[in-house]
């Protein structure tokens, strides 16, 4: 079985900074890409950031220049550092990962899901 755990949500003002994390852990055989995805209140799930196993990164054109993706390969952890936050940047974030559990043949992805962690933007 495969969790991915969150951490680092919070109340913040605007302007300042907040560090998410989400690590894997369970029967992990390799991760290929994560991400970060988030939820306003009355609008649908979007992607926020990703980041491959090379470290390939995309970002939403919302975050770009303020939110930096990056990962530890070797902890199997994902990381959001996110600046200059804005009222509009409050959400529910979601980590999610597409792993493969058993390393056997044939090769069997599947995508994971974090429980959510809530980050909340003061005016």
């Known amino acids: 079985q495969v969790q991915l755990v969150e951490s680092g949500g919070g109340l913040v003002q605007a302007g300042g900074s907040l560090r998410l994390s989400c690590a894997a852990s369970?029967?992990?055989?390799?991760?290929?890409?994560m991400g970060w995805y988030r939820q306003a209140p009355g609008k649908q799930r979007e992607l926020v950031a990703s980041?491959?196993?090379?470290?390939?990164?995309n970002y939403a054109d919302a975050v770009k220049g303020h939110f930096t993706i990056s990962r530890d390969n070797a902890k199997n952890t994902v990381f959001l550092q996110m600046s200059s936050l804005k009222p509009e940047d409050t959400a529910v974030y979601y980590c999610?990962?597409?792993?493969?559990?058993?390393?056997?043949?044939?090769?069997?992805?599947?995508?994971?899901w974090g429980q959510g962690t809530q980050v909340t933007v003061s005016s």
């Open positions: 999610n990962s597409e792993i493969r559990s058993s390393c056997r043949m044939p090769a069997q992805w599947r995508d994971y």
């Open positions: 369970g029967s992990i055989c390799s991760i290929n890409v």
């Open positions: 980041i491959t196993n090379s470290g390939n990164t």
